[in-house]
């Protein structure tokens, strides 16, 4: 047996820091552009896109049923997506906004799992040979975004004046409280995801993370109604419930496709099941 090496290759640092912050960045730009609910959706998408690549890049092997759970996924988010395009809450922004957030956030989550297997790094070591790479590229990405008025006026030197002007003892130390909880939480968020997808896979870290999805959308949708329209806020509740009984369903097929057992379907109808394999 090989001994783990504790490290990973600096281009492999690199490559996996920047799937990371390329992930987070567009994960937030897709909320800025989109509504909560939208931005909540498009993390459906994960599961169906980080399949396609892994099925194109490493082989791994399905069947129709899984296929069709994911088909399920698809329709519901496609279907909220659509009506939002349609009634003026989604922007050719937005969706690439989305798009770019889905892609990069399946490349980081299967490279979570592949590079922890290929360099037999555990997932203390990988956070902690990765967090210097993460921190350079997200200084660079944080630079680009923040100090100049790319989504708004808004920019970190302009906040600062305006703290220089009302006193660091106003609102600064409420900011200062508020960041480090996030970078608490975060750092929460990464050591998790690293030990689940390191012993699971990255489409099971997906389904499992779909509770807070739901929970989410549901409290986007009461605490900030001004920007949803009714159509569009229905069509998020059926698009969700769509894409949900397709995750719930692509949970069941994918772990008796793993534990080489008869799902529902092939306990109920084997026949349909021998022509199809």
């Given at each position: 047996m090989n001994e783990a090496t504790s490290r990973l290759p600096s281009i492999e640092n690199f490559k996996v820091a920047l799937s990371s912050v390329g992930s987070i960045s567009f994960m937030n730009l897709c909320l800025?552009?989109?509504?909560?609910?939208?931005?909540?959706?498009?993390k459906f998408?994960?599961?169906p896109c980080t399949l396609v690549i892994q099925k194109l890049l490493y082989t791994v092997d399905t069947n129709w049923r899984v296929l069709c759970s994911l088909a399920v996924v698809l329709g519901g988010v496609g279907y909220s997506t659509m009506?939002?395009?349609?009634?003026?809450t989604l922007t050719p922004k937005g969706i690439t906004f989305?798009?770019?957030?889905?892609?990069?956030?399946?490349?980081?989550?299967?490279?979570?799992?592949?590079?922890?297997?290929?360099y037999k790094v555990?997932?203390?070591?990988?956070?902690?040979?990765?967090?210097?790479?993460?921190?350079?590229?997200?200084?660079?990405?944080?630079v680009a975004?923040?100090?100049?008025?790319?989504?708004?006026?808004k920019t970190v030197p302009s906040y600062f004046v305006a703290v220089y002007n009302?006193?660091?003892?106003?609102?600064?130390?409420?900011?200062?409280?508020?960041?480090?909880?996030?970078?608490?939480?975060?750092?929460?968020?990464n050591f998790t995801s690293f030990g689940l997808i390191g012993k699971t896979g990255p489409i099971a870290y997906a389904v499992v993370g779909h509770a807070k999805t739901v929970l989410t959308i549901i409290m986007g949708i009461a605490l900030f109604p001004s920007e949803d329209t009714e159509k569009t806020i229905i069509a998020d509740i059926v698009g969700c419930?769509?894409?949900?009984?397709?995750?719930?369903?692509?949970?069941?097929?994918e772990l008796c496709l793993k534990k080489k057992k008869a799902d529902i379907v092939e306990r109920n109808f084997p026949s349909l099941c021998a022509k199809t394999q």
């Open positions: 800025l552009t989109n509504t909560v609910a939208i931005y909540q959706i498009c998408a994960v599961i009506t939002g395009f349609e009634a003026g989305a798009c770019l957030a889905v892609l990069s956030t399946s490349i980081y989550r299967i490279w979570q799992e592949t590079k922890q297997k290929e555990g997932p203390v070591d990988f956070q902690a040979t990765m967090a210097g790479w993460q921190a350079v590229v997200g200084l660079f990405f944080a975004v923040e100090f100049f008025a790319v989504e708004s006026g009302e006193g660091f003892g106003g609102r600064f130390p409420g900011a200062c409280a508020w960041m480090l909880g996030t970078c608490i939480f975060a750092l929460l968020v419930a769509v894409a949900m009984f397709g995750v719930i369903a692509y949970g069941h097929f």
